[in-house]
């Protein structure tokens, strides 16, 4: 009876134990998912407003999302190396090509600085580990030297000299990527060979790892080499056995690495994620099955590497592994250091092409809607043009057999895509040619050609130049009948693509030559010979290529081309050709008397009209080109009359015509559409620049710099799908705000923007179409400040000299 009773007893209290439990449990998670729930409303609320202070949950099942992240902190990353100029090293050359960021300025530092740091190039022996040779060897071929041949030197031939008889582990596996970059001839194919036999034979049985000085570094360096030879025997199942190894051994809830009671260090993480992901391994998802677990992605994005404040040998290699981390998550095979290894890019670069065309394809779609000037017609020939070249570079891709190939056609393919424009119709109304005003700017003369106050403005009129811009921005003149010359002939280059006609008839089937868009210093030079208005209703030039003497007409106005000859009052100019320029003791550039190198800043006293070439009298009393492709300025004296165009507030679509002062005194009369303008009651003033706002909050003015206020530059690059809609560099007054720079850039770059509030409470509605959601979602842009994540609006953060400012978009 009493056992019964007990028993009884005991299932009563057992009973109301596990309700009480399973009630506190229930009330836990309840309470868990509230959290989670309001934590992820902040984030979405600090992502919609631009802020990103929040962290808020890992979400590391949302591949998407954690791409996106991986893409923004790629483009800071880079954006930071970038900043090192003529300091950038072989590691950060092979940061910048797997980004496709490197210009030939920066791998002209790299391989310099490979000459100068190398051990064996410059005249010493092999250096520590061999570090050395596997960075100076990734460098070289990044940027496409031969590593067999570097100033007469065979660097390989030493690698294998020391692959024969390695001073240290580290040198083994060191040796070995290095010889795994590409294929060197019989004698590094048989070290290749040796030195993976030898690594796999260094492997701990019990363990799976290997045992090096730093068990976790040593292991995830292994594991880097060998995942560039795997077509050798033994190496597949060595690298299973690894990865099942690091994933019980050494990996963390956090996501990061560590030995059992060993410290986690960045470092270590970084070069683990790299090695992983270079096996084949999801690095983008946890390693375990387990929700409590972190993705090593996500911990490497958590520690903020990319910070100025930290070394620059780990922003160099987290960047590595973010950039191996993508790769692999688009099918890329092996190691993205074993260049010319069959197909190992390919899968990876097909996806990457696919997926800027869907985005080339949405921007233009987005950017349509709100641009008047986009017809149906235009945009679906726009599209048709997306597709077709889509098809050109998929084929191209398919056909490649090595890794640098596939990456090369790839780039090709997304920057022949990102070229890709909408052609416009002609304005309504022609307007009536008029006699531009000439107006100066910090950097060059621009010409205005204003409209009649009864036509609409074309689409480029919409978009402005802040008053630093070296760029200029103008309205081109379109003329009721055909002008047979121009006011007078000079010489221009192309900004952007262009392409040369037979004739003024714009048919696939007279297109003679396209010109791609290059940087400054090698844009194509034209002579004007004429301007007229074709049959399409569109104002053209016909033009005389100054280097082979083609001449043809093509499409005219500030968008496409610039003045290639300075004619503004500057007083002060810095070298901008990489082999520098010459001064004269002549105005027709003879009797030289020195040479000046690339980065020297002279003093201008004037500048020399010379016909067709301007030229620049230094205050020495000597002669210098003003040829814009060669030199850069930097100072222009300020005019005594106020001949600077009005500064809008922000460049977005829209109409606007306007009207020139005639006399002193008066105000230009403006008759506008949906837009604000300001006027100016100089007599020298230009016409104003039309400025549209969705649903503005309040209207403030970019701080754009005034020829005599202290000045800051700062670079912006701007992203969305995958694709970069704008980079480039900016000035600005000093004390400018994040939002200021932005407003000025939109300026310069002809970008769409709109938004809302003011100074703390300003919040980007949209750019070029990329517009956010409604308030509670994740989609809108954030931005970031040499990779950090500012906890303020863009509108609050005050921009010092240098600072980089990237911005993403989130759907």
Excluded at 21 to 47: F, K, L, M
Excluded at 742 to 764: D, E, H, N, P
């Amino acid at each position: 009876m009493k056992r019964k009773q007990f028993l009884y007893w005991f299932s009563i209290v057992l009973g109301i134990f596990l309700i009480f439990s399973s009630g506190g449990n229930s009330s836990r998670a309840d309470a868990a998912s509230r959290a989670d729930a309001a934590s992820r409303a902040d984030v979405a609320s600090a992502y919609n407003y631009g802020l990103t202070k929040a962290k808020g949950p890992k979400i590391n099942s949302e591949v998407y999302t954690v791409s996106d992240a991986v893409d923004s902190a790629i483009s800071a990353e880079l954006a930071e190396i970038a900043q090192k100029g003529p300091k950038i090293d072989a590691w950060d050359a092979t940061c910048l090509v797997f980004g496709d960021r490197i210009t030939d300025s920066q791998a002209q530092y790299a391989y310099e600085s490979i000459l100068k740091n190398n051990d064996f190039l410059s005249g010493g022996s092999q250096g520590l580990n061999g570090i050395s040779d596997v960075s100076a060897v990734n460098g070289l071929v990044a940027i496409g030297k031969d590593p067999t041949n570097v100033n007469g030197k065979n660097l390989v031939a030493n690698i294998v000299k020391d692959a024969n008889n390695p001073a240290s582990d580290y040198s083994i596996v060191n040796d070995l990527e290095a010889l795994s970059t590409g294929s060197y001839g019989q004698a590094s194919e048989t070290a290749r060979t040796s030195l993976t036999k030898k690594l796999i034979g260094m492997q701990d049985q019990k363990t799976g790892l290997w045992n090096g000085f730093d068990k976790v570094d040593y292991t995830a360096r292994a594991i880097l080499a060998l995942s560039m030879n795997t077509n050798q025997p033994g190496v597949a199942d060595a690298l299973n056995t690894a990865v099942k190894a690091v994933s019980n051994h050494f990996y963390q809830k956090n996501g990061g690495f560590a030995e059992m009671h060993g410290a986690e260090n960045a470092y270590n993480d970084v070069t683990m994620t790299n090695a992983l992901a270079s096996a084949g391994v999801n690095v983008y998802a946890p390693l375990k099955d387990k929700t409590d677990y972190v993705a090593p992605v996500q911990r490497v994005l958590d520690q903020h590497l990319f910070s100025a404040g930290n070394s620059a040998m780990l922003i160099q290699q987290a960047t590595l592994a973010l950039e191996q981390a993508r790769f692999t998550s688009k099918g890329g095979k092996g190691s993205i250091f074993a260049f010319n290894q069959t197909d190992a890019a390919k899968p990876g670069e097909i996806v990457n092409i696919k997926d800027a065309a869907i985005a080339k394809k949405r921007s233009i779609i987005r950017s349509s809607i709100s641009d008047p000037q986009a017809t149906a017609a235009a945009v679906n020939d726009a599209i048709n043009l997306v597709d077709k070249i889509l098809v050109t570079y998929l084929s191209k891709l398919r056909a490649d057999s090595t890794s640098s190939a596939a990456i090369a056609d790839r780039a090709a393919g997304v920057k022949e895509l990102n070229n890709v424009t909408v052609s416009h119709a002609a304005p309504v109304t022609p307007a009536t040619p008029a006699t531009p005003p000439t107006v100066t700017n910090n950097n060059v003369t621009v010409v205005n050609n204003p409209a009649s106050s009864s036509s609409a403005s074309s689409s480029s009129s919409a978009t402005s130049t802040s008053s630093s811009s070296s760029v200029p921005i103008s309205t081109p003149t379109v003329s009721g009948k055909p002008v047979k010359k121009a006011s007078h002939r000079s010489i221009v280059y192309a900004l952007t693509t262009v392409k040369l006609y037979r004739s003024s008839n714009f048919t696939k089937s007279n297109l003679t030559k396209t010109y791609k868009k290059r940087a400054r210093i090698n844009r194509p030079m034209f002579l004007v010979i004429s301007q007229q208005t074709n049959k399409q209703g569109h104002a053209i030039y016909r033009v005389k290529d100054m280097n082979s003497g083609k001449t043809g007409y093509t499409l005219s106005g500030s968008k496409y081309f610039a003045h290639a000859y300075y004619s503004a009052k500057v007083t002060r100019i810095k070298v901008i050709n990489p082999k520098g320029i010459n001064e004269y003791g002549k105005v027709n550039l003879t009797s030289k008397k020195r040479h000046v190198k690339k980065n020297a800043s002279l003093s201008v006293r004037k500048v020399v009209n010379y016909g067709l070439y301007n030229r620049m009298q230094l205050t020495n009393g000597r002669y210098i080109t003003a040829n814009k492709k060669l030199i850069l300025a930097t100072k222009i004296k300020k005019s005594s009359q106020n001949t600077r165009p009005s500064t809008p507030t922000a460049t977005t679509t829209g109409t606007s015509t306007s009207t020139p002062p005639t006399n002193s005194g008066s105000t230009a009369t403006t008759a506008t559409t949906g837009t604000t303008t300001t006027t100016n009651n100089s007599p020298s003033a230009t016409p104003t620049l039309p400025v549209a706002l969705t649903n503005p909050v309040a209207l403030t003015n970019p701080v754009t710099p005034s020829n005599d206020a202290k000045t800051i530059t700062t670079t912006i690059s701007i992203h969305a799908d995958g694709a970069t809609i704008a980079s480039g560099s900016i000035k600005v007054s000093s004390g400018a705000s994040a939002f200021d720079a932005l407003q000025a850039f939109a300026q310069q770059q002809g970008l769409a923007l709109t938004y809302k509030g003011s100074g703390a409470t300003t919040y980007v509605t949209g750019i070029n179409g990329y517009n956010a959601g409604p308030a509670g979602t994740m989609t809108g842009w954030l931005y970031s400040v040499n990779g950090t994540e500012p906890g303020s609006s863009m509108g609050a953060y005050t921009l010092k000299d240098g600072d980089s400012i990237s911005m993403t978009y989130n759907k």
